[in-house]
């Protein structure tokens, strides 16, 4: 059960991290995509899970 450790959590943490980029940076009534924020997520975490 525990084979994947730390690995299983890197690209989720990583598109969660996206995503709070995306809330942040966010202004109030205005409309962004969030897909592009979290794709950028997710190949980061998986780029820097390659080099681990």
Avoid: D, E, N
Wanted: aromatic residues 20%; positive net charge.
């Amino acid at each position: 059960m525990a084979v994947f450790g730390f690995k299983a959590f890197v690209i989720p943490i990583f598109s969660t991290a996206a995503l709070a980029v995306l809330f942040a940076i966010s202004k109030k009534g205005r409309f962004y995509p969030a897909m592009p924020f979290i794709a950028v997520g997710c190949f980061a975490g998986y780029a820097i899970l390659q080099m681990v």
